[in-house]
């Protein structure tokens, strides 16, 4: 009996040792692999903080944007939002016309003008006209008033080298539709500046763009050097740009900058959208590189000048 005891307290024991052995592997492994995962944690956390910071790198050396006039996903309607800036002295230089040289200078930007349907139209004609040719560099331009369509490193006379052709492409309503458009932005911004409607021109040039991130093959293709459009085209008093396509959905990149003494300030093109602004040196601006997709636009110009209004495209 006495034997036995001893036996079974030496297998106790024994047993308690091995259990003892095993907790203390089982321990020592749950910490090895607790350190493993704090390790794996670590990684990642300092992969993350390295990826945020050259993104953050990266967006600041193309876009040094400090402020948004107006986002994509906005809607401004149906009044157009208004910037007044002061006027430069740019203006001094030319003849004055009254009710509509520059008294108050600024920029607007309206959804409220041209609908999505009818920018979407205008799309379509740009297509089908810049389908015709188009440039080898990112940038090509379509003037429906003189005919110039990029071709190449070059541009060609739509109505010259297309002729009756050119029924095939465009309709009557797709000219009835610009002139309606280009109409209603003359009206917008006489309303805004609070200029005589009659006394404000359509001039040149007005021409359809189409930008996408192919690399410039001629100076044509620079578009995103920043400029002043009253010392770029002379004529010009306002610039307004219609945009036929959608920031972030339709291409990145693109977005339209003014360069202010304060900062930089984006408008951020959107399907119907119409942006203008006065055309002196107050407004400088550019517009940043498409990065990805194709951006539509018609840059529609007005000045004060009887002597360089053009008149309105027709389909011959
Ligand atoms: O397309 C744009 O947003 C601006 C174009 C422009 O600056 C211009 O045509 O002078
Ligand atoms: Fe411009």
């Keep these: 009996m006495a034997q036995l005891r001893t036996r079974n307290t030496k297998g106790k024991n024994a047993t308690e040792m091995a259990k003892k052995i095993k907790r203390g592997n089982a321990l020592r492994q749950g910490s090895a692999w607790r350190g493993h995962r704090v390790l794996i944690a670590s990684l990642l956390v300092a992969v993350s903080v390295c990826g945020v910071a050259v993104w953050l790198y990266v967006t600041s050396l193309e876009s040094d944007i400090t402020e948004t006039l107006v986002s994509q996903r906005e809607l401004v309607s149906p009044l157009p939002r208004l910037y007044t800036v002061q006027c430069s002295e740019d203006y001094e230089n030319y003849q004055r016309y009254p009710g509509c040289t520059p008294q108050s200078c600024g920029r607007a930007v309206t959804d409220g003008v041209v609908t999505r349907e009818e920018a979407e139209s205008l799309r379509r004609l740009a297509e089908r006209g810049l389908a015709l040719a188009g440039s080898e560099g990112g940038a090509s331009i379509l003037d429906l008033h003189s005919g110039a369509l990029s071709m190449g490193k070059q541009f060609v006379n739509i109505y010259r080298y297309f002729g009756e ?17 280009r109409g209603r932005i003359q009206a917008v911004i006489a309303e805004t500046f609070d200029l005589d409607p ?33 010392v770029t085209y002379g004529s010009f008093d306002y610039t307004s740009l219609l945009y036929l396509s959608d920031y972030g959905s339709d291409f990145s990149g693109g977005r339209f900058i003014f360069m202010d ?56």
């Design 165 to 181: 052709q050119l029924q095939d492409v465009f309709t009557q309503e797709d000219f009835q539709l610009y002139r309606d458009v």
């Design 198 to 230: 009659n006394l404000i021109y359509l001039t040149k040039p007005t021409f359809f763009s189409r930008i996408n991130g192919t690399i410039a093959k001629t100076q044509h293709d620079e578009y995103w050097h920043p400029h002043i459009d009253k």
């Design 261 to 316: 003494p304060t900062g930089n300030r984006t408008v951020e093109p959107r399907t119907g959208r119409v942006s203008f602004f006065s055309s002196g040196s107050e407004n400088l601006h550019r517009v940043e590189k498409v990065t990805w997709g194709t951006r539509y636009a018609i840059t529609v110009s007005f000045t004060c000048d009887p002597a360089h209004a053009i008149a309105d495209p027709a389909l011959p």
